[in-house]
């Protein structure tokens, strides 16, 4: 029986946790996302970060710098706090509802993720005794990503008289700062112009300017008020637009406030007010029952083909849902936005998009929803001619070389040597559009636009390594590991490199071969003379080991210096990024994150079971795992390496981290690579998924708690369903074609008969 799909629910008030709190239980769609405020605001002092955020959507803010060298990026791009439509005080008479004054009889906040919305219900008791309930519903629409909507319906047990319902629509916004901490913006910011605030007919409009990057945005709220005797009375200031609207209640009625919120921007259309004032009529037109309905159906589709079913854990199955629910809400599907470090639940890393995408989330979508993962691919596509411009700046002839971390194209790190240096993303790229190609066979696609950007980034590694004793080899580069800064011949990034070069190669003779190849030809001018060098950079690419240990070094240097006992730290120095300085790590043989490991996960075909083993013991004990996107990647080698308990031990961790703030910073927004992380330790771990040129090949190896796993993936046109149990695995097409499948090295062509492997 499929267990299902459960509900994030808060039963108490705590003002610490409320910060957390707006990120857990904020509503996004990929487009827009609206953090879990209370609608009528906190008492001084609590915790909060407010914020409404657009994907992709920025503004300009200048790089300050002691000591500026030639190449620094000088500006970077911010994910903009936009206008805050979430603003609905209630009163009754002069006491205005406020569940931390009076006496709160009930209290309970849930997400749910089968109907899409979150809700907040009170039994309130006001100071002078007066009782009333009050349940709000919010959504941010999955069909029609512009819609924000805000459900507010009071109930009253004995209070007679008037409501009231203050309804905002705010431009007076900043974004939120934190000096003494790098994953969050250095300094707060006024980023919007309001150019224009009025209110009439029922609906409140602002439309707004960023201040540098130039870029526009509509906002635009419409209400509906039930109840008896309603009254509107509209206002607007230099920066915001209200409605005050009133409605007589009596014990046993109800009144019911409706407000839909439309966000519109200069990056997706040419004209947003236009744009905003449509989309707005169309979604008052059809109602609320309308997009609710829409709503559950699309989760249907999503549930059916995404859902991982967990048997014997229910405490796994609810927070692997809680997972992919957050990876639904936080990707683009337009190919100008992408996957936020943070999704659309808040301002960490500034809405930056990094390598996460590529390495932790993407997987998700090209086994569930390949349409939309291609759309992450043609955002990567679109910042090109960016890459290759930042290649020319940090001295390179050739190629392109992707930006650690950006939103419009260009590099925003100002630390270099964990931003910049960190050429693998460059491989991480590369990976994703291979991938994408072995799991859906689209090479058209590649002709398209995957091969110029493996041609390109194949044409960096070139220009960034050398030859040295008949090896290549690529020098004073930072790999996954920011703990260990400007080495030379990371693992990761070497290993990354060569499959890059590899398939650059591979690619150009399939297109060939299928009669493709010129727009390709004409777009990058590849020679097959440069073809052979990417194929011999490869072959004699040097990927460092240790013989007297019998390990992969992680790059030169790394097993040469002093070991760092993390045993004496003490625990309230733990991240250590926090609490000592960058020359005291790189110094050190110790590990943010999964360096080495990763590169046995994503590159270690070649690599003999025993030294992945005592690879992978080895940096287990040097790591700190500081980074969120450390421990599921141990998971899935630990489940790889055939120790279950161990894989399952750090993918609990790795599934709760946001839901038990491990990492102490959920207020700033989720995790959502971790959570990528979470399907990936299911997927690459227990199911031992791999994409390969010959097919897909599984190796499912359950922890010892659950009794059944399955999942279904989408690969090549078809439709497979997986399950795996201690006694053995079963696979069969639900849709499509027969596949060929190798089950724990065994090939098998499989159709809508499961073919069912026994374990010995």
Known sequence: MIPSIQQLSVKKLNKEALAGEEALFHCANGYLGVRGCFEEGYPAGCPSVRGTYVNGFYDDADIPYGEKLYGFPTTRQTIINLPDAQTVSLSLGEERFDPFSGELLEYARTLDMERGLTERSALWRSPAGRTLRVTVKRMASFCMPELFLLDYEVKSVDYEGELRFRSTLNGDVENYSNADDPRVAPGAGRHLLVERADAADGV????????????????????????????CVYACGERSASADMRVLIRPGGRARLLKLCVYTDSLRCGDPPRRAEALLAEAARLGSGCWYAEQRRYLAKFWENARVVIEGDGRMQAYLDFNLYQLLQSAGRDSIGSVPAKGLSGEGYEGHYFWDTEIYVFPFFLLTDPALAKSLLDYRYGILPRAREHARLLGHETGALYPWRTIAGTECSSYFPSGSAQYHINADVAHSFIQYYLATGDIGYMAEKGAEVLIETARLWLDAG????????????????????????????????????????????????????????????????????FTEAAERMYLPYDASLGILMQDDSFLKKKRLDLNRIPKENFPLLLHYHPLFLYRHQVSKQADAVLALYLFGDGVDEAAARRT?????????????????IFSIMAARLGDAEKAYGYFEENVAADLNDAHANTRDGIHIASMGGAYLAIAAGFFGLSIRPEGLCLNPRLPPQWTRLCFGVHFRGSVLRIEATHEGCSVRVAEGGPQRVRIDGTDYTVDRTPVAVRYE
Not at 206 to 223: D, F, K
Not at 478 to 501: I, K, S
Not at 513 to 528: I, Y
Not at 619 to 628: G, I, K, P, R
Request: proline fraction near 2%.
């Open 466 to 533: 050398h030859y040295a004793d008949g090896r290549f080899c690529i020098d004073c580069v930072t790999g996954p590991d920011e703990y260990t800064c400007l080495v030379n011949n990371n693992y990761y990034t070497n290993a990354g490199a060569r499959e890059n070069l590899l398939w650059a190669a591979k690619l150009c003779a399939a297109l060939r071969e299928a009669g493709l190849f010129s727009g390709t030809l004409a777009r990058t001018g590849v020679t097959e003379a440069e073809e052979a060098r």
């Open 204 to 231: 409140l409009r602002l439309e707004c300017r960023t201040g540098r990057s130039g870029l526009t945005m509509a906002c635009r709220a419409g209400h509906t008020l039930t109840g008896d005797e309603p009254r």
């Open 616 to 632: 992978y013991a080895y940096y287990e004990a040097v790591t700190t795992h500081d980074s969120s996107l450390s421990k599921c």
